[in-house]
């Protein structure tokens, strides 16, 4: 039957001592990784930016001729890429500071920005701080249904989440601006606790990022393909757009609520030490088993719970660490949420179905990891 | 935020026609698209490519630069920050140019010593550094000689403290404006003296230019009492000195003796001297940290902050590149290389002052 804590969760039959043992194992492989960052990482990181804006002006240049079939469905998946590729793997991960110990001034979490209808500033505030320290905390992490869907059972229901499955399309659509909206951190407003010049601020920016979004995409580039190409390559913009705001729902809707996934409530993290705060990041993130070109084009949040254990290491080094990670899962009997896309997005469409009508209660959870047989281990697509 | 180039000044309908360009680009900037083709294209921060490192001596070399755009000058005797990529990460230092301004081939050069564990003069003198883009900085210095050349010269320059003095060297000679220079140059080793064939030359070629090199490994180091003796006419020289700290102490104190203050320019490129520059110290409040830390007399900020485990910025270290700058809420600090006390209201620089009493600073 459903109660307050619904599911118990792996960390009570730990000691605090066995806690902050795990603690330390994580703090070795971080710092191992950061005494060993070097000009590979730097190259890494300098080829991706490079492939993206080659892919964009290569995008921007076929949809010249968008008004011709096969160059609108070539032009727009090239730009849809180069998309997903600016926002998921660069600027996510560049806003997160994974680049700042290069020391260029150009790759840095303090200058940079991103192709997306949220501010920087406004981005780091509900993303980096808010949700990366709070995760999975019901009440403190927003993200946690971003404040208009019910994705845990734990949350009250009111009628309002049976328009829910219609939303939850609308929000794939236009993910970005739905970001945009929840940095502004509605519940505030609506209690009043917000500082009113702060969300004028806030409003001015992302007036002026949709502003330039609208000209770019919709204007500019619609413009320069002539009077018969502008609808073709506005459309082509569009569609683009689309296909980079479903895909980044897609991905980030399976780092925290597929069912292996547990939430935590304010008692339970209050005093929460170091040790036991790595611990609720592996609990309360899930990875998505793919090839290394799905890693690089979800910004290797296929590796979300190496993400949440270490938000701002390089990306490119999750990978890497991921078998030692799940060593240490193996070892102290910790559950290591994982598995193929289909599977963690179908559980969290379920979920969103589920609970838009009352009651439901917490999935059940896999146990501790086991590493899987040789049948079970899914083939790279593609091996780079 | 790290460091940055020098941003290169672009006439006004250039940056008209950038401005409509990013109109396509944004959120990037043209930049980062010309960039795309070479990196020598920036515009936002000024790079340079590495063309060629010879050595001078067994420990140091000298490497051309070739700027992205054309060389806006600078004056001889000026020094120049560089940022190279090492290990991925970008390292910033200044270095005295060697050479004038006025080079046909638009390159300039520094001349680097190899020193232990020096991350950026050790990559220099390896493979890898010639042909590598590098990030420039500002000019900067007043170590330079005035508009118009003095009649009569003395430069007095000890290992490589010759490099800014060769600038000049060059300078006068590429515009015919030698005038009558005594030059001591002092090295460990016969052999170690950097540019010590072409000084050779000068001397041999131009009899204006009267060198006289003192081996310190043998005969000892110069005391500014020996000027009487090697240049009895010091006094009526404008003097121009680099070298070692201990070196131009001594020679400020001699010159003060000598009621000629004004004669003598110095420049040093060490570590800005904790000597008897100190402040009150005082309790140091970190706003942004909501850290506070104590600090005494002698210690600049950003090392206090520091041995607390914040991680401030900083650049260069030594009061040059403004890149550890937080604004002074409260309280006065002194700065430890000149004693010179600032108040509240005003960025100052954590790396070279201390706290006179307790202060807080935005950071």
């Known amino acids: 039957m459903p109660s307050e804590s619904m599911i118990e969760s792996p960390l009570a039959r730990l000691s605090p001592e066995e806690i902050e043992a795990i603690g330390a194992e994580f703090d070795a492989i971080h710092d191992e990784v950061f005494a060993s960052l070097g000009d590979k990482d730097a190259t890494y990181i300098r080829t991706v930016i490079a492939l993206h804006r080659q892919l964009a002006l290569l995008s921007r240049a076929i949809l010249l001729g968008s008004r011709y079939r096969p160059a609108w469905l070539l032009g727009t998946s090239v730009l849809g890429i180069a998309k997903i590729l600016e926002n998921m793997e660069i600027g996510h991960n560049v806003l997160h500071g994974q680049w700042d110990w290069m020391a260029d001034p150009k ?91 702060e969300l004028r601020r806030q409003v001015r920016a992302i007036g002026h990022k949709a502003w330039r979004q609208v000209i770019k995409d919709y204007v500019a580039f619609p413009a320069l393909s002539g009077p018969r190409g502008f609808k073709t390559t506005l459309t082509a913009n569009f569609t683009a757009n689309l296909i980079r705001n479903v895909w980044s729902y897609a991905i980030i809707f399976c780092g925290h609520f597929p069912d292996q996934t547990y939430t935590f409530s304010e008692e339970e993290t209050a005093e929460e030490t170091r040790g036991a705060f790595y611990l609720r990041q592996l609990l309360g993130a899930a990875n998505i088993e793919g090839s290394p070109i799905f890693h690089v084009l979800s910004g290797n949040l296929g590796y979300q719970v190496e993400h949440h254990l270490f938000p701002d290491m390089p990306s490119s080094r999750y990978g890497q660490i991921a078998p030692k990670v799940k060593e240490i899962c193996e070892r102290h009997r910790l559950p290591y949420n994982t598995g193929r896309f289909s599977h963690q997005l179908g559980t969290v469409q379920r979920t969103i179905l589920r609970l838009a009508f009352p009651g439901g209660r917490p999935a059940p959870k896999p146990g501790p990891y086991v590493p899987p047989s040789d049948d079970r281990v899914t083939a790279p697509l593609i091996a780079v | 935020m790290p460091e940055q180039g020098a941003r290169v000044h672009m006439p006004r309908l250039a940056r008209y026609v950038v401005r409509g360009l990013e109109y396509f680009t944004w959120p990037l900037e043209l930049d980062d698209y010309l960039e795309l083709i070479s990196p020598l294209w920036s515009t936002t921060e000024l790079r340079g490519r590495i063309e060629r490192i010879h050595p001078e001596t067994d420990d140091t070399v000298t490497v051309d630069i070739t700027p992205g755009f054309r060389w806006r000058g600078h004056r001889a005797g000026q020094y120049l920050r560089i940022g190279f990529d090492i290990a ?92 009558d220079t005594v030059h001591l140059h002092s090295a460990r080793t016969p052999t170690g003296a950097i540019f010590a064939a072409e000084l050779q030359a000068l001397a041999e070629r131009d009899p204006r230019y009267h060198l006289e090199l003192q081996v310190t490994g043998e005969q000892g180091r110069l005391s500014p009492a020996d000027l009487d003796d090697r240049c009895p006419d010091w006094r009526e020289r404008e003097c121009y000195a680099c070298g070692p700290g201990p070196m131009l102490d001594a020679l400020s104190d001699h010159y003060r003796a000598a009621g000629l203050v004004d004669r003598l320019h110095v420049e040093s490129f060490e570590h800005f001297v904790l000597g008897d520059r100190t402040g009150r110290g005082g309790q140091i409040r970190f706003i942004r940290a909501g850290t506070e830390v104590e600090c005494d007399g002698v210690t600049p900020i950003l090392l206090a902050g520091e041995a607390a485990g914040l991680d401030l910025p900083y650049g260069c270290r030594m009061g040059i590149c403004h890149t550890c700058t937080g604004r002074l809420v409260e309280g006065s600090v002194r700065d430890l290389r000149t004693g010179e006390l600032t108040h509240a209201g005003t960025e100052i620089r954590t790396c070279v002052n201390c706290p006179d009493g307790p202060v807080a600073l935005e950071l």
């Open chain 1, 107 to 197: 790759i840095n979490s303090a200058t940079w920005d991103w192709d997306t209808a949220s501010p920087a500033e406004a981005w780091k505030h509900s993303h980096n701080y808010v949700h990366h320290t709070f995760t999975n905390i019901r009440g403190k992490d927003k993200d946690l249904g971003y404040e208009i869907m019910r994705i845990d059972p734990h949350q009250p229901w009111h009628p309002v989440y049976l328009l829910q499955p219609v939303y939850n399309l609308l929000l794939a659509a236009f993910f970005e601006w739905g970001v945009a909206v929840h940095d502004l951190d509605v519940e505030a407003i609506r209690a009043g606790t917000k500082d009113m010049d």
């Open chain 2, 88 to 179: 991925g990460k970008r390292q910033w230092r200044a270095y005295s140019l060697s050479s004038d301004a006025a080079r046909p081939d638009g390159q300039i050069t520094i001349t680097v010593k190899r020193t232990a564990d020096g991350v950026v003069s050790n990559w220099l003198h390896g493979p890898q550094a010639t042909g590598a883009i590098v990030t420039l900085g500002e000019v900067e210095g007043e170590f330079t000689l005035p508009e118009s050349t003095p009649p009569r010269l003395l430069f007095l320059t000890a290992g490589s403290g010759i490099t800014p003095v060769m600038a000049m060297l060059r300078g006068l000679r590429r515009a015919g404006e030698l005038p």
